[in-house]
């Protein structure tokens, strides 16, 4: 619930926004980055869910968007569905998946304590 007592209006001219929120994400993949984002690519701290009927291509599209962008920064992903022998498999048949840490284990303070470790470009964050 707002606190009453501090609630007000501001001008959006005079809110300030990090530089690095001009800077988005690029996966190489212009078609991808011109979807993701009016200025190209994966602005930081954006949350995007895409969702799909069973086998429609979610999540090989989120390990490709993922392997591009590890080749930059860390990404994380998070799996409660695919075993160690399925994450094997993935990094074979998609170039740079890799070089992506992953994980099929989910602890809330575990696994953001890693995430902070970590720090990762991207979250991937998989049937969760």
Partial sequence: MTDTKNYSFRR???IRVPEEFFNP???GMKDVDDTWSE???IVPSQV????????SGKTTLT???GACLSKD???AFI???MSDFQLAHQAKKIPGFGGVDVTGEFDQELTMKAIRKLKPGLII???I
């Fill in 39 to 41: 200025i190209g690519g």
């Fill in 125 to 127: 964050l998989d049937s």
């Fill in 79 to 81: 799996s409660l569905e």
């Fill in 12 to 14: 959006a001219a005079t």
């Fill in 48 to 55: 995007t869910f895409i969702t799909g009927q069973p086998g």
């Fill in 63 to 65: 390990l490709a968007i």
């Fill in 73 to 75: 920064r860390p990404v």
């Fill in 25 to 27: 994400l690029k996966t």
